[in-house]
């Protein structure tokens, strides 16, 4: 092949170059019902551009997808959303973003694989929606806590309301936040290494 000097050789883009000083990688699903902000999560706090597979919705789902509660949603997640962040110099997460129709969910078994954790995000204007997810990780055993989104709009609820409500065992954190913004986002991810570690280390 004839390279001339015009001709250009493209790579990663230098923000999603991996930093040298990482030393650990770890994969985190965010899961939840249908318009909880999964995508809007990941976007949020990803490092890197995000991988987003959102297509516009179409009659084609009208009577089969479930959109109560958020009739003005126009697009949906139909693979996955991806993205990075790095929470220390040598701790990298890699993020997935589960589709929430649940047409979809099939998706979600390779998603899970090899996931360490799951971030479980629940908008309490529709807390019925959570019940299948949180159900389908407690089958796989995989560990989450859930992240309360912070909706305009949405009842607020006390902790141990919402811990009944979706039957969750005691251990399991529960965390307010704004998947919109970043600092939020953050502090979720930060809360599910934590409950993590706990897990890993046993009591003295």
């Known amino acids: ?28 699903v965010i899961v939840g019902g249908f318009g909880v902000g999964k995508t809007t999560m990941v976007g949020s706090v990803s490092e890197i551009r995000p991988l987003t597979t959102e297509e516009t919705m179409t009659q084609a789902g009208v009577g ?20 990075r962040i790095s929470l220390s110099e040598e701790l990298i997460l890699y993020l997935f973003g589960t589709p929430g129709q649940e047409r979809f969910w099939f998706l979600w078994n390779g998603l899970f694989e090899g996931a360490l954790g799951a971030v479980v995000l629940i908008d309490t204007r529709r807390l ?18 859930v992240a309360v989104n912070t909706f305009p709009d949405a009842p607020h609820h006390p902790v141990e309301a919402l811990r009944t409500a979706l039957d969750l065992p005691d251990e399991v ?12 986002s953050r502090d979720v991810l930060m809360t599910l290494m934590r409950y993590l ?3 890993a280390v046993p009591l003295a």
Not at 3 to 28: N, Q, Y
Request: glycine letters at 6%; one cysteine or more; hydrophobic letters at 40%.
């Open 1 to 28: 092949m004839d390279f001339r000097s015009s001709d250009t050789i493209t790579g990663p883009r230098s923000e999603d170059v991996l930093p040298t000083t990482a030393t650990a990688a770890v994969k985190v």
């Open 173 to 184: 954190p529960v965390i307010d936040c704004d998947a919109r913004l970043r600092v939020s």
């Open 64 to 83: 089969v997808d479930d959109n109560a509660g958020v009739e003005s949603k126009t697009a949906t997640t139909v693979a996955m959303d991806f993205g």
């Open 197 to 199: 570690h706990s897990l």
């Open 128 to 145: 019925q929606v959570s019940f299948d997810v949180i159900g389908r990780l407690e089958e796989r055993g995989v560990p989450f806590v």
